[in-house]
């Protein structure tokens, strides 16, 4: 497990808290829009010890809130648990992204005490999901389980969608809030172009696009909302 990524200080990815948040590499996905592609694919970048990571955090006691720990995927790695129980044991609260295709890992990390708030990635309806993840044939079943999983657990969390025109239609986004109907937390973020994204040809929708796919969320989460636009 690497430590591929370190951002010191964030107001956004930690609703109401004042968080850091790091990026391990690897990821079983391929997705054509990802902006963290150099460390999801090749597992790339500065990286960093777990003692230059944790010495870092006792240095930032008082001033921060919270840990992130995103990706890549984190719940690929088993040495993920040891990982946030020691931040948790230091006294930060810890939030973890997840793709949502380890259930049983993301079972484990709920029951274990170390994780106060999850956001999970759903991205696409089923039918399409291997056109978002770059995956012909994508078996979705494991994002059924860890959506279920998560609307049981009494941890707070949110499911969010990255969009893409090209990928995403007005269905898919109906379908994939019907998924997690009775919801409270679901957000919409506009795929933006950067120099990470694999897929140069990809393109963005418009504000008042997403505006309109926003509609077609809210038909089964009523609060659903956008989050970047």
Do not use: W
Request: net charge negative.
């Amino acid at each position: 497990m690497k430590i591929c990524g370190l951002m010191k200080t964030t107001l956004l990815d930690f609703p109401g808290r004042v968080a850091c948040t790091v990026f391990l590499g690897g990821c079983n996905l391929r997705c054509p829009f990802c902006h963290n592609s150099a460390l999801a694919f090749d597992e790339n970048g500065d990286f960093l010890s777990q003692g230059e990571f944790f010495s870092f955090l006792d240095r930032r006691k008082g001033v921060l809130d919270a840990v992130c720990v995103s990706g890549g995927e984190p719940l690929m790695h088993k040495e993920v648990f040891e990982f946030l129980k020691k931040i948790k044991d230091m006294g930060f609260l810890v939030k973890l992204d997840t793709n949502g295709c380890f259930p049983k890992m993301l079972e484990t990390a709920l029951a274990s005490g170390s994780v106060d708030y999850v956001a999970m990635d759903i991205k696409n309806s089923l039918p399409q999901y291997g056109a978002a993840v770059g995956i012909d044939n994508f078996d979705a079943e494991s994002i059924k389980k860890s959506i279920e999983i998560l609307k049981k657990s009494k941890i707070e969390h949110e499911f969010r969608t990255t969009l893409v025109k090209g990928i995403h239609a007005e269905e898919d986004v109906a379908e994939m809030a019907k998924m997690i109907a009775g919801e409270k937390r679901y957000f919409l973020q506009g795929f933006k172009m950067s120099d990470g994204v694999p897929d140069k040809t990809l393109l963005e929708f418009t504000k008042e696009e997403m505006e309109n796919l926003l509609k077609a969320a809210r038909g089964y989460v009523p609060d659903a909302a956008l989050r970047g636009i």
